[in-house]
């Protein structure tokens, strides 16, 4: 091999490599199509940012919806109200194992929803366990839809989420989702900015 061709292979090589790391994000937020944020997120004592009043989640959400104009329908249960970090990871696990569905307050009609966001922290390697009950009561109701995962974790990036969405909606269009580390999210705005912009 000649040196003119050895230097062709390894700028294809290079030109590859940038275009798979940084490649732009597919375009899936439709002009004028109707959004909303379906999120859980965790207030009080977490892992990383210590007792806050607004979770990691929600911010994130907020976020969202500031960018979008998406509306939201946050998944509220008082079952972790109060609890300390330990314990309340330690009741994570054991819903997880079992398989546990716990009640949330309120329910939302999604059939007029092109775009829906799906969001919450990794706890134990997927979206808490109260998230899959919201998934069960919808699970026929996102056929055709656009739905967008998204996470706030301290290391676990978007984990199993994205895969169990696609388990609890088989008819929806399940993108490739976002993760944010729970401790950027007060500081980091720019990076929910940049995945917005992506999308649309």
Known sequence: MNIRSIITAVIG???????SGGAKQEKVMKKNSKAIVVFFSHAGDNYAVGNIEVGNTKIVADCITELTGAEQFEIVTHKYDG?????LIKLAQEE???GELPEYEGDID???YDTIFIGG???WGTYPQVMFTFFKK?????KGKTVIPFTTHE???LANCVDDVKVAFPGANVTKGFSIYGHEVRTEKAKVEKWINGLK
């Open 13 to 19: 090589l290079l030109v590859s490599t940038a275009c």
């Open 83 to 87: 609890m300390a970090y330990n314990p």
């Open 96 to 98: 997880t194992k079992n």
């Open 110 to 112: 999604l059939s007029s």
């Open 121 to 123: 922290p990794v706890w």
């Open 138 to 142: 919808h699970a026929n109701d996102l």
């Open 155 to 157: 290391g676990s990036g």
